[in-house]
T-cell receptor, first 115, second 115 residues
Framework: DGGITQSPKYLFRKEGQNVTLSCEQNLNHDAMYWYRQDPGQGLRLIYYSQIVNDFQKGDIAEGYSVSREKKESFPLTVTSAQKNPTAFYLC??????????????FGQGTRLTVV | AQSVTQLDSQVPVFEEAPVELRCNYSSSVSVYLFWYVQYPNQGLQLLLK??????LVKGINGFEAEFNKSQTSFHLRKPSVHISDTAEYFC?????????????FGAGTRLFVKA
């Protein structure tokens, strides 16, 4: 089945640690996105990538980093510089930056908690 | 620039009653409109979309939405809700931007269906 796989589903981080969230897709979509979801604030864009080896900052990129070495994979690292990382993180894809009118497909999310 | 406003953060409703979730947007260019549903601790799923043509669009699970260009609205409706419709609903607006489509999500409306 085609889809988007995020792992792990739950992640606990100690203060000062970096953690990496995985996002893998087999939809053959060009564009991939990372969103952060906090209660009552909707989805906020962290980073996006429209093509392999290229990515752009979203609205709240500070304290996060990404890579796009393969079309299928777009991992997100939450660094120790992110002061309030506890949130639900969603990975999404669109078929292409200039196709599908922006219709997005989402993974099941990773809930990150700082302990 | 685009913006999306979901006018109600929470909507409680009794089972089998009708419901309307409101969404207004602003944009200086033509837009494409989407409604997504999110069940607890899951990703978002597409409910329906308006790209062009008939302003009344039908989606999954008996939901429908009407695009009103003059009022810049895209309200979601269901004539009779079920307990299983309890979820969070997001309105999204997509428009062509530099390098591809830019999608903005509303803050979400939590629908709570009571027995």
């Amino acid at each position: 089945d085609g889809g988007i796989t995020q792992s792990p589903k739950y992640l606990f981080r100690k203060e000062g640690q970096n953690v990496t969230l995985s996002c893998e897709q087999n939809l053959n979509h060009d564009a991939m996105y990372w969103y952060r979801q906090d209660p009552g604030q909707g989805l906020r864009l962290i980073y996006y990538s429209q093509i392999v080896n290229d990515f752009q900052k979203g609205d709240i990129a500070e304290g996060y980093s990404v890579s796009r070495e393969k079309k299928e994979s777009f991992p997100l690292t939450v660094t120790s510089a992110q002061k309030n990382p506890t949130a639900f993180y969603l990975c999404a894809t669109t078929a292409g930056a200039t196709s599908s009118w922006g219709e997005a497909f989402f993974g099941q999310g990773t809930r990150l908690t700082v302990v | 620039a685009q913006s999306v406003t979901q006018l109600d953060s929470q909507v409680p409703v009794f089972e089998e009653a009708p419901v309307e979730l409101r969404c207004n947007y602003s944009s200086s260019v033509s837009v494409y409109l989407f409604w997504y549903v999110q069940y607890p601790n899951q990703g978002l799923q597409l409910l329906l979309k308006y790209l062009s043509g008939s302003t009344l669009v039908k989606g999954i699970n008996g939901f429908e939405a009407e695009f009103n260009k003059s009022q810049t609205s895209f309200h979601l409706r269901k004539p009779s809700v079920h307990i299983s419709d309890t979820a969070e609903y997001f309105c999204a607006v997509s428009a062509v931007s530099t390098g591809g489509f830019k999608t903005i999500f509303g803050a979400g409306t939590r629908l709570f269906v009571k027995a």
